[in-house]
Every structure is written in C-alpha cells, then in structure tokens.
C-alpha cells in the first residue's frame, strides 16, 4: 500500500476554487491509476479568510500546512481587499505563509507548447524551443526588508529597505546549480550589480560558488537586459536564477512568451522536499464564478508537487502528456483560444484532461 500524502489545499479567492477543484480531481484520478494515497485537508486562506476570521493567514491554516506534506494553493487577492489596511490584504498572508513555511525558492517553468505558439504575442520562430526555468528567491530583499513612512523636508517619505545576507543568497543560487546540472547546464544569474549593493554581494557569491560547478556555464546578466533578452532570445536561457522583485517581474514576463499565465505551474521550495505548490496568475476577478477559467497552470502544479516533492515522477509525467494531448486535440479555454467561440469552460477543460490520463 502506498504511503498516505497529507495534501493541504487551500482555494483561496476568486477563481480559485474553480481550478483547485479541477486539480483534486486530476488528484484523484492519479490515485486511481497508481493506487496511491492522498489525504487532502481544506483550509482558508486570502481575502475568504479575512472575511471569516479576520486575517488572511489564520493560525489554524498555518497549522494545517505544517502537518502536510505539501500544500496546493489556488489563488488569492481582489479589489474588494485592496484598500484594506496592510495586515488585513490577502498578499500579506502569502507573503507571510511564504515566510513562515520556510520556502525561499520559488521555481517558475514557462515551456511553450508548440501548439500554443500561436497564442503568443511574440513571432512564433523567436519562441521556437523556449523552455526556461525562473528560480526566484522568495524571501528576502525588499519585500520583506524595514518598510515605514517619515515626515521629510518636502513632505511624507516612503523607504522599503532591501537586505540580503550571504546565506541567503548561498542557498538559492545552489538550488539553482543544482537545477541547472539536470537540466541543460547553462545558468543566468540575474542581478542589478552595476548600481545595488546587494546586487554585488549577489554576483560575488555567485562567482565564489561558481567554481563547485564546473559542469554548469554560467552567465552575469543585468535585470533590464534581461528583460529584453527575454524577449529577443527567449529560447537561449535555461536556468535564471534572481532575487525576490527582480524574479517576480521577469516571471510574468517569461509566463507571457508562453501565451498565457492560464498555462504556468509554480512550486515554492525550502531545504527538504515540503512544496507550496500554486499556479503563476492570480485570482482574477474579472471572471470569477464564470466557470471559464483556464485550470491548466494549477493542474500543471500538481505535477511539479509529484516530481518534486513525492518523487512520483511518472504520474507528474502522465499528467503532463494528458494535459498536451487535450491541447493537441484543439481544445481551449477562453484564454489561450483563438477562436473564442469555440472556448470550452473550466469544468470541461478539467475533464478531458482527467479522461486523457492513462498509464
Ligand atoms: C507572485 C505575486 C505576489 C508576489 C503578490 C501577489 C504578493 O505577484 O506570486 O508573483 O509579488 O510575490
Ligand atoms: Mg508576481
């Protein structure tokens, strides 16, 4: 009998709920097809919690995170929180979940599928072979260095503080290393060293590890050139590997190349193999309870929890080829359509990707 996995989900807000239900049946039909064992626990979290119990990270729901072995995650946020003071934003209570579980790597693939190329904004012979991995470190910098406000002579200041230490940078950069040496062995280190001071204790910590790497070629990239390489010569990365604000804007711009945000899964990792796993967009709002929303990125993330977390590579792999075939076979969801009419809807969407699951 296999193990039982303890999975905590939490929906969270807006379209959420719509593609996590679609990945716990894809859960579900793994479990069927592999014979393993999933205990899924249901908890709140985001803008839903600060509604039912006044924060967005209740202590019950960290708990519950904490007793599993990984955690999937739908989304969180909308406007009716977003003039809600700090402590009370549903951001905060993923910026804090991030924190308080310990995940300071977050791993961000963008492929294009060939059959999406179309999709793109970008000409479809720049996109040829994209596949890149962003590994962005996600907690520290200035996200979560001192913030305040302070009178000054021309009125009210705002300072965010960037930190790193060496450690911290140490740590991400060897995950990324060590990602690259899977992969195809070429790593961009993302920095801004020409004119911040972390950036150079970024880009020296870099180069004194570089060396343990032999195998791995390794490039020194500026953020701006980057973001315009990225659009130039997406397909010559491989491994980015970048600071917490720097990954979290070259990640959506790398989810674009691939035509939708609809589309890319993301793990958030610490130093053992415990996972938050949760699709790259947001809650979107816009087409909440609808039922059209694209469920592939956060079935896409239930297949890193698989490679990454419980070393169920196979499955991640049938789920991967379940979700091509179905895309092979023409099907869209509004957002990756180019004939919006023939869209098909969240639920369908998640069906015939369960169907076309098979061993
Ligand atoms: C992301 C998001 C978050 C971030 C927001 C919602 C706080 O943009 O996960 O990329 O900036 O990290
Ligand atoms: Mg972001």
Redesign the pocket.
Known sequence: MAEVKKIAVIAGDGIGPEVVAEAVKVLKKTEELFGYKFELEYGLFGGIAIDEKGTPLPQETLEMCQRADAVLLGA??GPKWDNNPKELRP?TG??GIRKALGLFS?IRPAVVFDCLKDASTLKPEVLEGTDLIVVRE?TGGI?FGEKFRREGANGQEAVDTCVYNVQEVERIVRQAFEIAQKRSKRLASVDKANVLETSRLWRETVNRIAPEYPDVELEHVLVDNCAMQLLRRPSSFDVIVTE?MFG?IL??EAAMLTGSIGMLSSASLGEGSFGLYEP?H?SAPDIAGQGIANPIATILSVALMFQLTFGYAEAGQVIENAVKSVLDAGHRTGDIAVDKSKAIGTKEMGDLIVAAMSR
């Open positions: 969180v946020g951001e993923l910026l977050n996600l996200y917490n979290d990640s959506d790259v947001g």
